[in-house]
Nanobody, 124 residues
Framework: QVQLVESGGGLVQAGGSLKLSCAASGRTFSSYAMGWFRQAPGKERTFVAAMSWSGGTTTYQESVKGRFTISRDNAKNTATLQMNSLKPEDTAVYYC?????????????????WGQGTQVTVSS
């Protein structure tokens, strides 16, 4: 079992940046693939980015490629999502998730553990 806690959300103007962090505790963090998802009001939870257990493989939703960067530090049990050039359509609650396998996944149902979410609001 692993527990996840996100931080770093907030209000930012369009074009700005935010860095989300996900602190993990419990079982060996390096055993898990990590992902970030988001959910806007009235919409389904959607994939943003994911990384394999080693960090060797990353994958991104098309709309965030070149703007967002996922990373992890297994020694510190943390994962981060650096978000640059933010747009109003990026506004959502962002969730960190862990998958009990080494390979990254893009479907939220593939993930076993979830944080509580952090709100990101981008004003125009």
């Amino acid at each position: 079992q692993v527990q996840l806690v996100e931080s770093g959300g907030g209000l930012v103007q369009a074009g700005g940046s935010l860095k989300l962090s996900c602190a993990a505790s419990g079982r060996t963090f390096s055993s898990y693939a990590m992902g970030w998802f988001r959910q806007a009001p009235g919409k389904e939870r959607t994939f943003v980015a994911a990384m394999s257990w080693s960090g060797g493989t990353t994958t991104y939703q098309e709309s965030v490629k070149g703007r967002f960067t996922i990373s992890r530090d297994n020694a510190k049990n943390t994962a981060t999502l650096q978000m640059n050039s933010l747009k109003p359509e990026d506004t959502a609650v962002y969730y960190c998730a862990a998958r009990d396998t080494r390979e990254a996944g893009i479907r939220w149902k593939e993930y076993d553990y979830w944080g509580q979410g952090t709100q990101v609001t981008v004003s125009s």
